[in-house]
Structures are given as C-alpha cells and as structure tokens.
C-alpha cells in the first residue's frame, strides 16, 4: 500500500520560499505520476504543479508557473515543491497525490489520483 507523508510547511513573509517535501513508501514513486495540489478555506482543492510516470514531463499551474517548481528524486523515493516569490494568496494546505492505478485524465483534476497525502498547511503573510 502506497503511503505519503508531506513535511515543509509553515508560515512565511510574502516574498519568501519554503520548500515542501512528500516521501513515499510502498511503491517507487518512479513507477507513478505525481502532483501536488492546494485548498485554501472554502475553496477547491487546486492543481499546483505535476510530473508524468516516468518523469519524463512536467507541467505546473498559470497561477504558480515561474515560482513554483514541481522535483522529484527517485532514489530518495520522495517528491519536492519548491515555492518562490511567495504571495498570502499561495496560503493553504498542500497536498501530494499520486496515480498509482492506469492513467486517467490529464493528471490536473484532483480525480485523477487515487492516493493522498495528509496535507501541510502553508501561510504567507503580507
């Protein structure tokens, strides 16, 4: 059973990075597709950033595209988030996910993964 644990999280000033990290157990996270997403309070959890089984691809949000960057190392079994140029509208919890069964989807809706992490919270303020 594939297992994720997200770690990183915490407050911030406006303009700051944080890095998060999500370490996998139970299945090589070479093997999947990866993403991670984000929901702030009353709203819907949001695609932030995601890389193809294989890795061969990654793809991330208009909203987070030249500050945040989507890794992954495989030897380490564990996925990375890289936010930069932090902004109080980036302020949720952060999710990881993965598709551990076929491929569905374009891997940008919260559906198409079928594993969750249990969340990090993230606050910027201004």
């Known amino acids: 059973q594939v297992r994720l644990v997200e770690s990183g999280g915490g407050l911030v000033q406006a303009g700051g990075s944080l890095r998060l990290s999500c370490a996998a157990s139970?299945?090589?996270?070479?093997?999947?597709?990866v993403g991670w997403f984000r929901q702030a309070p009353g709203k819907e959890r949001e695609f932030v950033g995601g890389?193809?089984?294989?890795?061969?691809?990654?793809w991330h949000a208009d909203s987070v595209m030249g500050r945040f960057t989507i890794s992954k190392d495989d030897g380490k079994n564990t996925m990375y988030l890289q936010m930069n140029t932090l902004k109080p509208e980036d302020t949720a919890v952060y999710y990881c996910?993965?598709?551990?069964?076929?491929?569905?989807?374009?891997?940008?809706?919260?559906?198409?993964?079928?594993?969750w992490g249990q969340g990090t919270q993230v606050t910027v303020s201004s």
């Open positions: 890389i193809s089984r294989g890795g061969s691809s990654t």
């Open positions: 139970g299945r090589a996270l070479s093997n999947v597709a």
């Open positions: 996910a993965a598709r551990v069964g076929p491929t569905a989807g374009d891997l940008t809706t919260a559906s198409d993964y079928d594993v």
